[in-house]
């Protein structure tokens, strides 16, 4: 009997050459899977089922994990406000560890002795993949051929073409990766530190003038509407920011940051939803929590969203980082206002039961009600007992 492996397959050019390679030059019974995250529409999905069963795999399996990525991730990141380097908030890269899960869990239902992906050696994709694979199931033997034979994208073109394959596999001038939490976009342009993306590099355009005011409400740190209207499903209340933000060519911007194998790497990306989600969310927080939730949060969400981006969400702690920002989520129920305007955006403000500022102690700068002027001097005075020590015996 032939050897089983499961191919992450996307349909582009690595992994339709794997296929390819897979049954020919390994004799290999190769069964393709592809997970999705949120980024591919029901056409896109037919098209790439037809695509593998022309390349002659066994079977083919579509792995809907959206919600689980949302649930077990998504959520996640709005809670803790996780934007890497304060700029990026980890839209594609964090879809890869869900994909790795739904692919090695189909390749062990299904008795696979292999599971193959096409990450090349240059990239962060290749790492993640691999270390959930052999995290979960160490007795499943990884295929990486398109990393391993170290091809050039003609070489693979001309194997494909050789074995009869026939599509158009021209490289593009801009590789976007489109996924629920944002669009990542390569190019020239990336690979060089004094450079951006043109226009023409991002897939939505503008398309709105003027001023447009939205509304967006939070339950306990989730999203459940937009503009009044309610949703069971925050994937959806998603897609509704994400339709109206886009139209305003809002959040677009480029990253640079450290990449896990260690060399620095810029990738554009445009991600309305999220900015906006994130933002408002943020904002709801400054007058919902304290000042040490504030802080705690902070911390903990940006060793999270590294995390996340490193390969490393089966770390336990990651379990533990997400029950203490759920736990903070109590009081982040209300609406914030925003008005979109071509290529940016502002926040309004909130409504909420549970806003700190409405508090009968006191107007910032305006009226105090909650203590007298000789128990802020007392106050005062307390509070600079150490500073005055220390000043008086380090006199300079």
Same mark, same amino acid.
């Given at each position: 009997?032939?050897? !089983?492996?499961?191919?992450? =397959?996307?349909?582009?050019?690595?992994?339709?050459?794997?296929?390819?390679?897979?049954?020919?030059?390994?004799?290999?019974?190769?069964?393709?899977?592809?997970?999705?995250?949120?980024?591919?529409?029901?056409?896109?999905?037919?098209?790439?089922?037809? !695509?593998?069963?022309?390349?002659?795999?066994?079977?083919?399996?579509?792995?809907?994990?959206?919600?689980?990525?949302?649930?077990?991730?998504?959520?996640?990141?709005?809670?803790?406000?996780?934007?890497?380097?304060?700029?990026? $908030?980890?839209?594609?890269?964090?879809?890869?560890?869900?994909?790795?899960?739904?692919?090695?869990?189909?390749?062990?239902?299904?008795?696979?002795?292999?599971?193959?992906?096409?990450?090349?050696?240059?990239?962060?994709?290749?790492?993640?993949?691999?270390?959930?694979?052999?995290?979960?199931?160490?007795?499943?033997?990884?295929?990486?051929?398109?990393?391993?034979?170290?091809?050039?994208?003609?070489?693979?073109?001309?194997?494909?073409?050789?074995?009869?394959?026939?599509?158009?596999?021209?490289?593009?001038?801009?590789?976007?990766? !489109?996924?629920?939490?944002?669009?990542?976009?390569?190019?020239?342009?990336?690979?060089?530190?004094?450079?951006?993306? $043109?226009? %023409?590099?991002? $897939?939505?355009?503008?398309?709105?003038?003027?001023?447009?005011?939205?509304?967006?409400? =939070?339950?306990?740190?989730?999203?459940?509407?937009?503009?009044?209207?309610?949703?069971?499903?925050?994937?959806?209340?998603?897609?509704?920011?994400?339709? &109206?933000?886009?139209?305003?060519?809002?959040?677009?911007?480029?990253?640079?940051?450290?990449?896990?194998?260690?060399?620095?790497?810029?990738?554009?990306?445009?991600?309305?939803? $999220?900015?906006?989600?994130?933002?408002?969310?943020?904002?709801?927080?400054?007058?919902?929590?304290?000042?040490?939730?504030?802080?705690?949060?902070?911390? &903990?969400?940006?060793?999270?969203?590294?995390?996340?981006?490193?390969?490393?969400?089966? %770390?336990?702690?990651?379990?533990?980082?997400?029950?203490?920002?759920?736990?903070?989520?109590?009081?982040?129920?209300?609406?914030?206002?925003?008005?979109?305007?071509?290529?940016?955006?502002?926040?309004?403000?909130?409504?909420?039961?549970?806003?700190?500022?409405?508090?009968?102690?006191?107007?910032?700068?305006?009226?105090?009600?909650?203590?007298?002027?000789?128990?802020?001097?007392? =106050?005062?005075?307390?509070?600079?007992?150490?500073?005055?020590?220390?000043?008086?015996?380090?006199?300079?």
């Amino acid at each position: 009997m032939k050897e !089983k492996v499961v191919l992450a =397959f996307s349909g582009g050019l690595d992994t339709s050459f794997c296929a390819i390679y897979l049954s020919v030059e390994k004799g290999m019974e190769v069964h393709s899977a592809i997970a999705n995250t949120g980024g591919f529409s029901k056409e896109e999905l037919a098209v790439i089922e037809k !695509k593998a069963y022309s390349l002659g795999v066994k079977s083919h399996k579509l792995l809907d994990v959206t919600d689980e990525y949302y649930q077990k991730g998504i959520r996640f990141m709005v809670y803790g406000n996780v934007l890497r380097n304060n700029t990026y $908030p980890i839209s594609v890269s964090s879809e890869r560890i869900f994909q790795a899960l739904a692919v090695i869990n189909y390749a062990k239902s299904i008795g696979a002795t292999h599971v193959a992906h096409g990450s090349t050696g240059a990239g962060n994709d290749q790492i993640r993949f691999d270390l959930a694979f052999d995290v979960l199931a160490p007795e499943i033997k990884i295929l990486t051929p398109t990393r391993d034979l170290e091809l050039s994208r003609d070489a693979e073109i001309a194997y494909l073409r050789k074995h009869g394959v026939v599509d158009n596999f021209e490289k593009m001038a801009y590789s976007v990766n !489109k996924g629920l939490w944002g669009t990542s976009i390569g190019g020239k342009e990336t690979l060089h530190s004094d450079q951006t993306l $043109p226009e %023409e590099a991002y $897939p939505t355009h503008l398309q709105k003038e003027g001023e447009e005011i939205i509304s967006v409400d =939070f339950l306990k740190g989730e999203l459940v509407g937009v503009n009044g209207k309610k949703f069971k499903n925050s994937v959806d209340a998603i897609n509704e920011v994400e339709k &109206l933000g886009s139209a305003w060519a809002i959040g677009r911007d480029m990253h640079i940051g450290d990449t896990i194998i260690g060399i620095k790497g810029r990738v554009g990306f445009e991600a309305a939803a $999220p900015m906006l989600i994130i933002k408002a969310h943020q904002m709801l927080e400054k007058h919902t929590l304290t000042k040490w939730q504030q802080y705690w949060k902070e911390q &903990l969400g940006n060793w999270y969203g590294m995390f996340l981006h490193e390969a490393m969400y089966l %770390e336990p702690v990651m379990r533990d980082i997400e029950k203490f920002l759920e736990n903070t989520q109590d009081n982040v129920t209300g609406k914030v206002s925003i008005a979109l305007r071509p290529y940016h955006f502002q926040l309004i403000g909130i409504e909420s039961d549970h806003d700190l500022m409405k508090s009968e102690f006191g107007q910032y700068g305006e009226m105090n009600k909650g203590w007298t002027a000789d128990d802020a001097k007392g =106050f005062t005075k307390i509070l600079g007992n150490q500073l005055k020590i220390y000043h008086a015996v380090n006199k300079k």
